[in-house]
């Protein structure tokens, strides 16, 4: 967890290790969620393949628990449920918009029964 810039927020961060697949040597990203941190907006980092720097940032809502993902690349269904971060400036406009976003699906669900 990290503190964000308004100094009552804090956001889980996973930075995924870059691996390439046995046969087709194709580069993925490997992530794991703990369960404590399923309902939680978290930042997602890709590193590169050297290990010493990042592919991109990526923030997404929601993530399921016990869940392991491998992550294919920018078009991986899972990151297209979130926003890619241009750059570390826009964290905290694209947090917000993606729980408001969220709060508001939660809102518009009927009533069961």
């Given at each position: 967890?990290?503190?964000?810039?308004?100094?009552?927020?804090?956001m889980p961060m996973k930075i995924c290790q870059c691996y390439r697949t046995r046969v087709q040597k194709l580069l993925r990203w490997a992530l794991r969620v703990p369960s404590v941190d399923?309902?939680?907006t978290t930042l997602i980092g890709l590193s590169n393949e050297t290990g010493d720097g990042f592919e991109g940032f990526y923030i997404l809502h929601?993530?399921?628990?016990?869940?392991?993902?491998?992550?294919?690349g920018?078009?991986?269904p899972l990151l297209q449920r979130g926003q890619r971060l241009n750059s570390p400036a826009d964290l905290c406009t694209v947090r917000r918009s993606l729980v408001q976003a969220a709060e508001q699906s939660v809102e518009n669900v009927p009533p069961s029964g």
């Open positions: 967890m990290f503190i964000l810039e308004d100094g009552a927020s804090t399923q309902h939680l929601g993530v399921e628990i016990g869940t392991r993902y491998n992550i294919t920018e078009r991986d």
